[in-house]
């Protein structure tokens, strides 16, 4: 596929995504489509029991996040995405197969539904992928409060930072910045601030 007008933010959850978003929803007055969290009907239930219902819950979320970029796509001016399909089968779902909570013919499911699915995804513009480390995704879980959450083992956001790592170091599909939130506030620190918005501008501009 071609490469989209879109900005992703990527990261593990409680990294920061959602307040990016809305910095620069605001900052730029651009369209922002965010994760389906509340749509899910599973994602209660996948938290209680994650080999039970993890591959009801995943593919609700692909065949969303699908819908998601194709909405996109199709918008004349540039966009915001939380969290792209990539993320959620080479990460959340490749997660649960290597744990052991989604079986094997559950996987080869999965897969055959991405590989369909991703052929109508076109490739962001950019990427901003956030880092962070455990106890800083540990505190902002807790400080925000969803219940469902708060059942998240310490060992599964572990590895969740681990699989995104490795998957940041080899993404190609479009440019990529990568922010520390552990140390950085990109909110109010004016340097990074700064930093960030250049490279933004510059895809804001060309849509």
């Known amino acids: 596929m071609g490469v989209a007008r879109y900005i992703a933010i990527a990261g593990n959850m409680g990294s920061g995504k959602t307040s990016l978003v809305e910095f620069l929803r605001?900052?730029?007055?651009?369209?922002?489509?965010?994760?389906?969290?509340?749509?899910?009907?599973?994602?209660?239930?996948?938290?209680?029991?994650?080999?039970?219902?993890?591959?009801?819950?995943?593919?609700?979320f692909l065949t969303r996040k699908a819908a998601l970029h194709r909405t996109l796509q199709r918008g004349k001016k540039t966009g915001l995405?939380?969290?792209?399909?990539?993320?959620?089968?080479?990460?959340?779902a490749q997660n649960l197969y290597l744990t052991g909570q989604l079986a094997e013919r559950d996987h080869r499911l999965y897969r055959m539904v991405y590989r369909e699915l991703v052929r109508g995804v076109e490739q962001p513009s950019l990427l901003i992928f956030l880092r962070c480390r455990l106890p800083t995704l540990r505190k902002r879980i807790a400080m925000r409060g969803r219940e469902m959450e708060q059942k998240v083992s310490n060992a599964y956001l572990w590895r969740l930072n681990h699989l995104y790592g490795m998957w940041a170091a080899h993404y190609k599909r479009s440019p990529v910045i990568t922010i520390n939130t552990d140390r950085i506030d990109?909110?109010?620190d004016l340097t990074q601030q700064i930093q960030l918005l250049k490279t933004v501008e510059s895809v804001v501009k060309a849509g």
């Open 26 to 60: 605001r900052r730029y007055d651009i369209r922002a489509v965010s994760e389906p969290n509340d749509e899910n009907p599973y994602l209660a239930d996948f938290y209680g029991d994650m080999a039970r219902w993890g591959l009801q819950s995943q593919l609700f």
């Open 81 to 92: 995405l939380d969290r792209t399909i990539y993320e959620d089968a080479e990460i959340f």
């Open 186 to 188: 990109y909110v109010s």
